[in-house]
């Protein structure tokens, strides 16, 4: 099985399909990124871990103390390295898609699942590639006036709903889903 055509990838979205705003998320719902953490920290196999893939933008805008992600390699993704970015065991910076696919494979005997989060255009790509078996989706029923957006829900018909959570958390109502590919 490629790990790299069978990614999973996680994301809330907001009543419009917003995802950020002014390079953050402008939601403070703790259910949510704990389970965001616990998605892509926990492994099956004790000795495998997993492997995150952002874009510039997204893991940049995480605290520096936050970053990178602790127990999960991390990939981000920028056609604008300088060069003076380094690569380590937990985190690798890559030029483009095809970097991604070679750094999984590089990894790939010990990684057990990939984790596409974000942003928009990362989004993107990983479904419209259909690259994606998995899709943890939080969706808020609030308009949070996001300028960052989820890909439009062409991809959706691709997935059935396996599991539904509802919410309400700091006076939010949320769902907490996990849509697997048909
Ligand atoms: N709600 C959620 O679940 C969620 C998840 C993730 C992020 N967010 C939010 O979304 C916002 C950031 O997302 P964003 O869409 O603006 O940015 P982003 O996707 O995080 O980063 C965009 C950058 O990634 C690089 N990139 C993307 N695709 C590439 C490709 N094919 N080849 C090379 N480089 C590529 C480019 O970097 P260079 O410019 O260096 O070339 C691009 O400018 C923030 O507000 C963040 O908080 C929310």
Not at 68 to 94: A, C, H, M, W
């Amino acid at each position: 099985m490629s790990l790299f055509r069978n990614l999973k990838l996680m994301t809330a979205i907001d009543s419009e399909g917003g995802i950020g705003k002014d390079c953050a998320v402008p939601w403070n719902l703790p259910t949510d990124l704990s389970w965001l953490e616990m998605s892509t920290l926990l492994t099956t196999e004790p000795n495998k871990r997993n492997a995150v893939i952002f874009g510039r933008r997204t893991y940049f805008s995480i605290p520096e103390s936050n970053r990178p992600y602790k127990g999960r390699l991390n990939i981000v993704l920028s056609g604008s390295l300088t060069g003076e970015e380094q690569s380590t065991n937990d985190v690798v910076f890559v030029r483009n898609w095809a970097e991604i696919e070679r750094t999984i494979a590089k990894f790939s005997h010990e990684l057990e699942n990939v984790w596409v989060l974000g942003g928009s255009e990362v989004y993107s790509y990983a479904l419209d590639k259909d690259l994606v078996e998995e899709v943890r989706i939080t969706e808020i029923q609030r308009d949070f006036a996001c300028d960052v957006f989820f890909p439009r829900l062409e991809w959706r018909h691709r997935f059935t709903i396996a599991q539904t959570k509802r919410m309400n958390e700091n006076g939010v109502d949320y769902s907490m889903n996990i849509l697997l590919r048909r």
